[in-house]
């Protein structure tokens, strides 16, 4: 079956600067990966999201990236804002079925 | 739109006691997941609906676990008997269709002592 795995578990980065999450699946047949943060004691929001057949998606400070051949994909946020301290998650979708990383808990320092 | 709700939103219950979930998926939505997240871990599939069948109950402890969707709309997971390392938040999440947007409902924080 489908695994990610999701690196780094941590990452605290200054105010202002980029943070960069990674992911990499096993099977090929996966089709769409979404993103999800979490913020503590509340239910998984989906942030940005990609489909195969695209290499990059860009939604204002967020993007992510999708290679294909390497079967990994990444989240890009910059300029971090306090806010954007959560739990985030990767996901790969294999015939309807979203298996999830471990999550990668952001810490934006003021 | 409203979103998907969940009920309780708490629960504590002592181990071999039995507990149930209620969900409502967002009106429309075919499709129906009941996840379970430890803490610290990434969401767990339990068991996938497409309207009131079931799509993917591969990791689904059905000694103990069980769930349906009568009428394709609201559903109930149940535990029976519990264990300690049922404690988790079990979440319900609705999809149009099975390969978009997932959304999820507040979930159902449960402690078994």
């Known amino acids: 079956g489908e695994n990610v795995e999701q690196h780094p578990s941590t990452l605290s980065v200054q105010e202002g600067d980029s943070a960069v999450i990674k992911c990499t699946y096993s099977?090929?047949?996966?089709?769409?990966f979404p993103w999800y943060k979490q913020e503590l004691g509340k239910r998984p929001q989906l942030i940005i999201d990609?489909?195969?057949?695209?290499g990059e998606k860009k939604d204002q400070r967020i993007a992510v990236t999708l290679n294909k051949t390497a079967k990994h994909f990444s989240l890009h946020i910059t300029e971090t804002q306090p806010e954007d301290s959560a739990v985030y998650f990767c996901?790969?979708?294999?015939?309807?079925?979203?298996?999830f990383g471990q999550g990668t808990e952001l810490s934006v320092k003021p | 739109e409203a979103g998907v709700a969940q009920s309780p939103r708490y629960k504590i219950i002592e181990k071999r006691q039995s507990v149930a979930f209620w969900c409502n998926p967002i009106?429309?939505?075919?499709?129906l997941y009941w996840y379970q997240q430890i803490l610290g871990q990434g969401p767990k599939l339990l068991i996938q609906?497409?309207?009131?069948?079931?799509?993917?109950d591969s990791q689904l402890p059905k000694d103990r676990f069980s769930a349906e969707r009568l009428k394709g709309v609201d559903s109930t997971l149940k535990i029976q008997p519990a264990k300690l390392e049922d404690s988790a938040v079990y979440l319900c999440?609705?999809?149009?269709?099975?390969?978009?947007?997932?959304?999820f409902g507040p979930g159902t924080r449960l402690t078994v002592t």
């Open positions: 999440a609705s999809s149009y269709g099975g390969a978009g947007e997932q959304y």
């Open positions: 099977d090929s047949a996966s089709n769409y």
């Open positions: 990609i489909r195969s057949n695209v």
């Open positions: 996901a790969a979708n294999l015939g309807g079925k979203l298996i």
């Open positions: 009106s429309g939505h075919a499709t």
């Open positions: 609906f497409q309207n009131n069948g079931v799509v993917d």
